[in-house]
């Protein structure tokens, strides 16, 4: 638990797009903030450098895609590698937070409110990320 952190920035990992996300754990608000393109799970890394000089968080978290039955998965190993990537560049505390069904979830809200389905053409990585962003805030 991370009680001195105030702004936070959450990103769902993925290797076409990943979602970032906005969040004040004093105030326990939350926001999409973008989706950055990635390439084979590599994002361009000055647009990411840029992003946490803009919101100068205190901690980012990163969606740990487990298993339903809680082990590793290889795409987690990815998202851990991202992660351990992130915090050697920009030197700010990492905090992984289990995303089990976050995707899921948000995929069922948006064709709750009347989502074509389509997401190549109205991705939902950002409300991913922020679905994680509140998990984690919940949890505090």
């Known amino acids: 638990m991370h009680s001195s952190a105030q702004r936070v920035l959450a ?15 004093g ?12 390439r084979d799970g ?7 450098t840029a992003l946490c000089k803009e ?9 740990d895609p ?4 809680g082990t590793v998965s290889e795409f987690a190993q990815r998202a851990r590698k991202f992660a351990r990537r992130l915090e ?9 937070v289990d995303e089990r069904l976050s995707s899921f979830e948000v ?7 009347g989502h074509s389905g389509d997401y190549h053409e109205s991705p ?11 998990d984690w805030l919940r949890k505090q």
């Open 11 to 25: 990103f769902d990992y993925g290797t076409r797009q990943i979602g970032v996300a906005v969040g004040n754990s």
């Open 27 to 38: 105030l326990g608000t939350t926001q999409p903030l973008t989706i950055l393109k990635a």
């Open 42 to 48: 590599q994002p361009n890394w000055a647009e990411v």
């Open 55 to 63: 919101w100068e968080p205190d901690l980012l978290l990163i969606g």
């Open 66 to 69: 487990l298993n339903m039955d």
């Open 88 to 96: 050697g560049r920009l030197g700010i505390t990492i905090e992984m």
């Open 107 to 113: 995929k069922q809200q948006q064709k709750d409110a």
């Open 124 to 134: 939902v990585d950002d409300l991913a990320a922020e679905l994680i962003l509140k």
